[in-house]
């Protein structure tokens, strides 16, 4: 079966304009996670969603957004863009409240680079 | 500070080498799962331990949960060319909304020379 599917896989903005990433998860999964990677912090969480309500949501700023829509599909925005913002984001999906005991099945991420 | 402590950052090792990976923590997991990643790559679940005291094994790859559920620990016997790569150790905290939420460890870059 097709896994999870991220898109664009790579992106260059510039300082000050917003993003939209999508994440299309594994068929049958409605649990969607968004993750940051960078060299300095590692993965950090940033939110999760479930049949289109944020369950979770981690340490950051407001200007990051996601949204899930009826179909599992989840997209996350950053606004106002800094260069901060450069990094691998990655999305993981996992069927109803399993992913804690059977793991998570992660994208390939979106690489963005903010210059 | 970071709640997951993995150590070593990074192990550069010969083929055939056996290597411990340690993934430590003051918290209670309900559980702790152990990636893979490649460059440019999602991490790859290779494992979830659940049960304190639990041992998993694949292939050449031995987990463990610690007792307590506050550690755990990934021991590759003879290892190869194949095995390197970016491991990350993840939890899920016990109690609270954890709902989808992975605190990963720094990670440990593994290198194995032919």
Known sequence: KAGVTQTPRYLIKTRGQQVTLSCSP???HRSVSWYQQTPGQGLQFLFEYFSE???NKGNFPGRFSGRQFSNSRSEMNVSTLELGDSALYLCASSPQGQGIWYGYTFGSGTRLTVV | TQLLEQSPQF???QEGENLTVYCNSSSVFSSLQWYRQEPGEGPVL???VVTGGEVKKLKRLTFQFGD???DSSLHITAAQPGDTGLYLC???EAGGTSYGKLTFGQGTILTVHP
């Open chain 2, 68 to 70: 307590a559920r506050k």
């Open chain 2, 90 to 92: 993840a939890g899920v």
């Open chain 1, 26 to 28: 594994i068929s049958g």
């Open chain 1, 53 to 55: 309500t944020q369950r």
């Open chain 2, 11 to 13: 192990l550069s090792i």
């Open chain 2, 46 to 48: 290779l494992v979830t």
